[in-house]
T-cell receptor
């Protein structure tokens, strides 16, 4: 069964600090991995997309890494800001069609405090 | 502006009273999907549609219906809502789920918060 597990479930950091969120997956055959940011009560918005051959992808202060061998990804946030407070969702796509193509993690809730 | 819209954004109703949540996208996307999001469970797929008149069940379809008569619209219908359907609902669309998926990002609507009393 395809699964995506994220850790930690929640995280509190001080403004200006860095943090790293983890995503482990068992989706097969792997196609790509996305990180989404979801503000409270709003729809998820894509941050990065990575395929099998990509190890690192950056989007401003967000840097995602992918290790396809160990089936792990991380999202690193540099110099956090209050606006980074949100849930971060890891979504893995399988090379498949239909509903089983996407597997969602349950998210990491990040709170950045002043 | 490319977007996915949902209406209503908030809805409080009573058990058994039929309701419809509308979803529309202006990006000519083939693939549309409905999700519900509950605390600690993440996003779970209710129904999806690969194209007009092509719909299929997701992981949690019980108590829901959908239709896809036009490419841009994908309404979610609750024939007889129950309290366990109280949730935050998201509609999403992507260009296609069949073609190479790298650029097939899903665009999410703003969400509909439904409360069934």
């Amino acid at each position: 069964k395809n699964q995506v597990e994220q850790s930690p479930q929640s995280l509190i950091i001080l403004e200006g600090k860095n943090c790293t969120l983890q995503c482990n997956y068992t989706v097969s055959p792997f196609s790509n991995l996305r990180w989404y940011k979801q503000d409270t009560g709003r729809g998820p918005v894509s941050l990065t997309i990575m395929t099998f051959s990509e190890n690192t992808k950056s989007n401003g202060r967000y840097t995602a890494t992918l290790d396809a061998d160990t089936k792990q990804s991380s999202l690193h946030i540099t110099a956090s800001q209050l606006s980074d407070s949100a849930s971060y969702i890891c979504v893995v796509s399988a090379r498949d069609t239909g509903r089983r193509a996407l597997t969602f993690g349950s998210g990491t809730r990040l709170q950045v405090q002043p | 502006e490319a977007q996915v819209t949902q209406n209503p954004r908030y809805l409080i109703t009573v058990t058994g009273k039929k309701l419809t949540v509308t979803c529309s996208q202006n990006m000519n996307h083939e693939y549309m999907s409905w999700y519900r999001q509950d605390p600690g469970l993440g996003l779970r797929q209710i129904y999806y549609s690969m194209n007009v008149e092509v719909t299929d069940k997701g992981d949690v379809p019980e108590g829901y219906k959908v239709s896809r008569k036009e490419k841009r619209n994908f309404p979610l219908i609750l024939e007889s809502p129950s309290p366990n359907q109280t949730s935050l609902y998201f509609c999403a669309s992507s260009l296609s789920l069949v073609s190479p998926t790298y650029y097939n990002e899903q665009f999410f609507g703003p969400g509909t918060r439904l409360t069934v009393l």
